[in-house]
Each structure stands twice: as C-alpha cells, then as structure tokens.
C-alpha cells in the first residue's frame, strides 16, 4: 500500500510538472523506477522488470532521437514499465497509447478552437504535448487496480 501511494503520488506530481512546465525532472523517473524495481523485487520478477525498463527505454530512443517527445518522457516511460510484469507490459503500452492520442486529439482541438493555424510549410509555433498525464492516468489505473502492488 504505500508503495502503491508513493507511486500514484509522484505520477500526479509528474503530471502536473509536465503539462504547467513541460519539464518531468530526473529525480521523479528515478524514483518511479526505484518503487517498481523495489516491488518487482518483493514480487519475484526482478529480473524481467529490469529486462522490460530496459527494453522500453531501448525502443523509446528513436522518438527521442528524432525529437519527437523529450528526454523525460523517455525514461519515465522506461520507469514505469518496471511496474508492470512483463506479462502486462503490453496492455499497459496499449493503455498509455490510447490516452496520449486521447490527448493529443484534445490538445489539437483546443488549438484549433483558439483560431491557431498549424499548417504545414509555415513557421508558427505548434502545440506542446506534455506525455506525463497521458502516462500517468492509465499507469495510476493500473497501479490501483493491481492487486500484486504492494
């Protein structure tokens, strides 16, 4: 239980950070990791834990690289796939899919809805996309109805 409340409260401070800054520090990614690591390891999956953080942070370079989202939402998405056992670690992926292209969806039509353009070829600013929300909701569902969090 209160690694369970740890997690749900740094995801929401995550969250917050990252939709009024744009900024996910490295201090609340760690921490997400370490909780999950320490779960994993009270929850015998240690190994394939590490082996999935690992795996998502892998994949997760390429959209970095090409600047597609930022260096936080990188490795908090590798934090939070410690999390989950690797058996639930796609569901959860899918789950963290859907609310960021819920969200991006909402984010372009408040956009638009403001009478910005955001055409191709010119040089206006586009619309930030903060991922924490969009990683910390169905992560916070997930963690909460989990019953193997301790």
Not at 28 to 54: E, I, M, Q, R, Y
Not at 83 to 100: G, H, K, R, Y
Not at 107 to 129: A, F, N, S
Request: net charge positive; glycine share 8%.
């Amino acid at each position: 239980m209160i690694l369970t409340l740890a997690v749900l409260s740094i995801l929401v401070w995550a969250g917050v950070k990252d939709f009024r800054f744009g900024v996910i520090s490295n201090s609340l990614s760690l921490s997400v990791f370490v909780l999950g690591l320490a779960n994993a390891a009270l929850s015998g999956w240690l190994l394939a834990s590490t082996a999935s953080a690992a795996l998502v942070l892998i994949i997760m370079i390429i959209p970095y690289a090409k600047g597609w989202m930022g260096g936080g939402d990188t490795k908090l998405l590798a934090a939070v796939a410690t999390l989950a056992p690797p058996e639930n670690l796609l569901w959860l992926s899918l789950a963290v899919s859907i609310a960021a292209s819920v969200q991006a969806a909402l984010i372009l039509l408040v956009w638009y809805g403001l009478g910005r353009r955001w055409d191709v070829g010119h040089t206006q600013e586009k619309p930030e996309m903060p991922l924490a929300p969009a990683i910390a909701i169905p992560v916070a569902a997930y963690v909460v109805m989990r019953p193997t969090m301790i």
